[in-house]
């Protein structure tokens, strides 16, 4: 169990933490999921953008529907 700084959206702040390997950022990236409600979020999130994980062609063909 995780302890977190922040609260969930749900206001609990106990979390399971989880790695997984990211090929297109090249490193393991760390997910929490609440213990209350199951919401999984990538905290370091905020230091990459999605130009890190997706490639130009995925810019260029998206589709919007």
């Known amino acids: 169990m995780l302890e977190?700084?922040?609260?969930?959206?749900?206001?609990?702040?106990?979390?399971?933490e989880y790695h997984?390997?990211?090929q297109a950022l090249d490193y393991d990236v760390e997910?929490?999921?609440?213990?209350?409600c199951g919401m999984i979020i990538a905290p370091e999130s905020t230091k990459y953008t999605l130009f890190n994980i997706y490639n130009a062609d995925y810019f260029i063909n998206?589709?919007?529907r």
């Open 4 to 16: 977190n700084k922040n609260k969930c959206a749900c206001n609990y702040t106990a979390f399971k």
């Open 20 to 22: 997984k390997h990211s």
């Open 31 to 36: 997910y929490v999921q609440c213990e209350s």
């Open 62 to 64: 998206v589709d919007y």
